[in-house]
């Protein structure tokens, strides 16, 4: 298979689409390939501007540790970098039915169906998701920082993750690295929510190894604080979901939404209040909130539970957790799911992921 067939098979971003939207994805690969160069020679060039060449080091320190401390892929990914002029490497449009919060998906032969279609150039995901709203679809547009080819590229270090910090990259890199290590095609939920549970495994030990307690101290009340918010937003989803089942006129459908709606606003907003004002969530919750935006959390978040349970029965020793993730990624989706909940995740959430 030519390189050109594996981009479009392999980059995780295309759909059942005209011909255009592949075109794109094509040439949008290519660009980035196109500008890494690698990190040891921008490293020892004497004009590479002392703050970037810093961020270099730490990500080729991360790019090590992930090998070497959390048995992930040891290849070429990550050890090159690419600046691309813009704020994120892709912007992903998902979208979902007005009265459900099930995603709509797009089918590709070799990686199955995603929950999302994404785009290299924000204006044509904005046009995309227009498209949908007037079809009839709550649509949503968001930023990505990073996106996988799984070991079929070498894929860079780029300056839409490296501009976040330290922490953002080690977390791009240990995540993008799960999913060269696995991947399951057409189940959204079960990949992302494996590589999020690598990458948060990832971090931990990453801070533990640095010894800087007050990272360490940072991390730990940034991880409670996301699965707080991430359990709020479920906990509303549910709630959708349970509307949505109920037959009722649209208008009537529409207003008992807004309400759930601006109820799970109010209930962020004493959460806040608790975080002593942190606003890290303040954009999600004020842009595009619908059941796209609500239905592409669960994709990223929704396993994660059953995963960590899974790892901690494995005794955190992460070979082995590879060993049966792999194990289960082999099963029927039924299945897969069914041995998650032996792991000690709840019923109603892997009835809830069965579901999609």
């Known amino acids: ?65 992930a090998s070497r401390e959390l048995a992930l892929p040891d290849n070429d990914s990550y050890r090159t970098y690419a600046d691309l002029g813009r704020p994120f490497a892709v912007w992903n449009v998902f979208a979902a039915p007005e009265f459900s919060v099930e995603p709509e998906k797009w089918c590709m032969v070799f990686v199955g169906c995603v929950g999302y279609r994404g785009y290299y150039d924000r204006a044509e995901a904005e046009r995309y998701a227009a498209e949908l709203r007037r079809s009839g679809l709550d649509a949503y547009v968001g930023g990505v920082s990073a996106y996988s080819t799984l070991g079929y590229f070498s894929d860079p270090v780029l300056n839409t993750f490296l501009r976040f910090g330290d922490t953002e990259s080690a977390r791009t890199i240990f995540h993008e690295l799960a999913h060269q290590l696995l991947f399951v095609d057409g189940d959204t939920v079960f990949n992302e929510s494996f590589a999020a549970t690598v990458e948060s495994e990832g971090l931990r030990r990453w801070f533990a190894h ?103 029965k494995e005794g955190r020793d992460l070979p082995r957790f590879y060993s049966r993730a792999t194990e289960l990624a082999r099963l029927p989706k039924a299945g897969r799911l069914a041995a998650l909940s032996d792991a000690g995740e709840s019923v109603s959430v892997i009835k809830s992921a069965q579901a999609e």
Not at 4 to 14: P, V
Not at 277 to 304: C, H, P
Request: charged share 25%; proline share 4%.
């Open 1 to 65: 298979m030519s390189k050109t067939l594996l981009i479009i098979a392999l980059t995780l971003l295309a759909g059942c689409a005209r011909l255009d939207y592949y075109v794109q994805a094509v040439g949008g690969h290519l660009k980035v390939m196109g500008a890494a160069h690698p990190i040891e020679e921008i490293l020892q060039n004497p004009a590479t501007d002392p703050a970037l060449k810093k961020k270099l080091e730490n990500a080729h320190a991360i790019r090590e540790f």
């Open 210 to 312: 640095n010894g800087n307690p007050d990272q360490q101290q940072a991390f730990a009340a940034q991880q409670q604080r996301k699965a707080q918010f991430v359990q709020l937003v479920d906990s509303y989803r549910t709630r959708l979901r349970a509307l949505y089942a109920v037959q009722q006129p649209a208008e009537e459908m529409r207003r008992a939404k807004g309400e759930v709606v601006a109820d799970m606003k109010r209930a962020y907003a004493l959460m806040k209040e608790n975080w002593g004002g942190d606003a890290r969530y303040d954009r999600w919750f004020e842009q595009d909130l619908n059941n796209a935006k609500i239905a592409s959390l669960g994709m990223y978040t929704q396993l994660v539970p059953a995963f960590e349970a899974l790892l901690e």
